[in-house]
Nanobody, 119 residues
């Protein structure tokens, strides 16, 4: 069993900042990558940012220059620093972890956390 627990969401005015955190726990052998996705009402889930172990961050074009993803590998935790937030950033944000085992690689998801940006 693997659990991903997200925190840090909430309501913020446009131009403000939030920091999301996601801690992975449980039966973790090795982490390939951790990242964030989001889903706005009526839209498909989309990649926000991802960071592979030993790799470079990958960002959606819409958040480049405003969001920063980072990881603390000692805590199996991924962070998303969100600055200059816009109303269009409003969505449920989901943490994702791609974990590697002898049997293969598997994706795990957090329960989602609401981020609301008011204009």
């Amino acid at each position: 069993q693997v659990q991903l627990v997200e925190s840090g969401g909430g309501l913020v005015q446009a131009g403000g900042s939030l920091r999301l955190s996601c801690a992975a726990s449980g039966n973790i052998f090795s982490i390939n990558a951790m990242g964030w996705y989001r889903q706005a009402p009526g839209k498909q889930r989309e990649l926000v940012a991802t960071l592979a172990t030993g790799g470079s961050p990958v960002y959606a074009d819409s958040v480049k220059g405003r969001f920063t993803i980072s990881r603390d590998n000692t805590k199996n935790t991924v962070y998303l620093q969100m600055n200059s937030l816009k109303p269009e950033d409003t969505a449920v944000y989901y943490c994702n972890a791609n974990l590697r085992y002898y049997s293969g690689a598997y994706n795990y998801w957090g329960q989602g956390i609401q981020v609301t940006v008011s204009s």
